[in-house]
């Protein structure tokens, strides 16, 4: 079974903390995914990687960045947290087009 | 921009029932879909997958049905159990510059399903 794993199911930090949320996929995928999930407004691309120190924006990247020095590992950071960024946040990973994406169990972010 | 929909945002069923969810695309050229299942707390769970050269697949108690024609896609959900209650969204491929898509999706908002006992 392909096992995507996240650093950390709940945390709470302060606005201005820099954040870095870990995944972790256990398949070889080559590309890995990082989402938000809010009510209302289903899940939404914030970057995505498709090779080790590769990576391209998704649809809302501003505030984030991310890194991926190794294939089985992407991490979202967060430079400097701002309550808006508090949220559900899902890392995902897929072999290729056409493939599925497996998601991990997410990360219940809140910024105070 | 494209985007992937969904008709109802609740449905609500009894124990047995067969239940259907629908979800509206509007990109011609998404070429694969997903349905997803996620429960409360949880990642987003796969169910089952299309890809545009079918029009139905089945997998255990669940079908997709893909129209390709009116840009429609559905999940059925047979003998529906009430572990089947979630958030249900289906997805889309996305096609990038080049026509590349790594495997990029679009989700829809979600439906949500109560099965009562």
């Known amino acids: 079974d392909v096992k995507v794993t996240q650093s950390s199911r709940y945390l709470v930090k302060r606005t201005g903390e820099k954040v870095f949320l870990e995944c972790v996929q256990d398949m070889d995928h080559e590309n890995m995914f990082w989402y938000r999930q809010d009510p209302g407004l289903g899940l939404r691309l914030i970057y995505f990687s498709y090779d080790v120190k590769m990576k391209e924006k998704g649809d809302i990247p501003e505030g984030y960045s991310v890194s991926r020095e190794k294939k089985e590992r992407f991490s979202l950071i967060l430079e400097s947290a701002s309550t808006n960024q508090t949220s559900m946040y899902l890392c995902?990973?897929?072999?290729?087009?056409?493939?599925?994406?497996?998601f991990g169990p997410g990360t219940r972010l809140l910024v105070l | 921009g494209e985007s992937v929909g969904l008709h109802l945002p609740t449905l609500s069923v009894q124990e047995g029932d067969n239940s259907i969810i629908n979800c509206a695309y509007s990109?011609?050229?998404?070429?694969?879909f997903i349905w997803y299942k996620q429960e409360s707390g949880k990642g987003p769970q796969f169910i089952i997958d299309i890809r545009s050269n079918m029009d139905k697949r089945q997998g255990q108690r669940v079908t997709v049905l893909l129209n390709k024609t009116v840009k429609h896609l559905s999940l059925q959900i047979a003998a529906t159990q009430p572990g089947d209650s979630a958030v249900y969204f289906c997805a889309e491929n996305r096609t990038g510059a080049g026509g590349t898509s790594y495997g990029k999706l679009t989700f829809g908002q979600g439906t949500i399903l109560t099965v009562h006992p």
């Open positions: 990109n011609s050229a998404s070429d694969y």
């Open positions: 995902a990973s897929n072999v290729g087009p056409q493939e599925t994406q497996y």
